[in-house]
């Protein structure tokens, strides 16, 4: 599965969008990028994924560059509740394949 | 809807003894299932996973087994746990229809003292 950076830490203002860069100019045709975060002690919560279109459902957006070698998550309205890390991964698509969860980006929503 | 349970929420074992943990999925059937335990400042280990009741793929060799003795429910084993078995314990569930986002349970820290 391909490598993906992400920065160690974001600030947001409540209320304000969240946008949240990962690289993966590694990535192979056949690589979905998925989304998911982590409250502290809690399981890794599903977000979003695609393949090359960008993506929307009720907690988020998914932004894919035409080249597929860079993606941005984007929460429309951040709350204190979207603290949390934010892990990128990308990850050819089938049974028995784990997700590589690296360091994630460490999103701080700030009243 | 579909969810995903664990217990217990937190152990903590000696050394040498027996370990169980279990997972249960509502309001799916034939899910693929999955072990996967995250370390201290660490990403997630792929232990192990299943397609079905009594098929089990094993991914990293280590003193722990899993079982999988109903549809829907997923069981952690060891005989002796080790100090390096310590760590948060997460099952997972995926669409066995084809399906392959997986959803993650509310884990259950271990800590072998």
């Known amino acids: 599965d391909a490598k993906t950076t992400q920065p160690p830490s974001m600030d947001c203002a409540e209320g304000r969008a969240a946008n949240l860069p990962c690289n993966h100019s590694t990535i192979s045709g056949n690589e979905y990028v998925y989304w998911y975060r982590q409250i502290h002690s809690q399981g890794p919560q599903y977000i979003i994924h695609?393949?090359?279109n960008n993506e929307t459902n009720e907690m988020a957006s998914l932004i894919i560059t035409e080249d597929r070698k860079s993606s941005t998550l984007i929460l429309p309205h951040a709350t204190l509740r979207d603290t949390a890390v934010y892990y990128c991964?990308?990850?050819?698509?089938?049974?028995?394949?784990?997700?590589?969860f690296g360091t994630g980006t460490s999103l701080t929503v700030i009243p | 809807s579909q969810t995903i349970h664990q217990w217990p929420a937190t152990l903590v074992q000696p050394v040498g003894s027996p370990l169980s943990l279990e997972c249960t999925v509502e309001g799916t059937s034939n899910p693929n299932l999955y072990w996967y335990r995250q370390a201290a400042g660490r990403g997630l280990q792929l232990l192990f996973y299943s397609v079905g009741i009594g098929q089990i793929s094993s991914e990293v060799p280590q003193n722990l087994s899993a079982s999988r003795p109903q549809d829907r429910q997923f069981i952690l084993s060891s005989k002796k746990l080790l100090l390096s078995d310590s760590g948060f314990y997460l099952c997972?569930?995926?669409?066995?229809?084809?399906?392959?986002?997986?959803?993650f349970g509310p884990g259950t820290r271990l800590t072998v003292l």
């Open positions: 991964i990308v990850r050819v698509f089938y049974t028995g394949n784990q997700f590589y």
């Open positions: 695609g393949l090359k």
């Open positions: 997972a569930w995926s669409d066995g229809r084809g399906g392959d986002t997986q959803y």
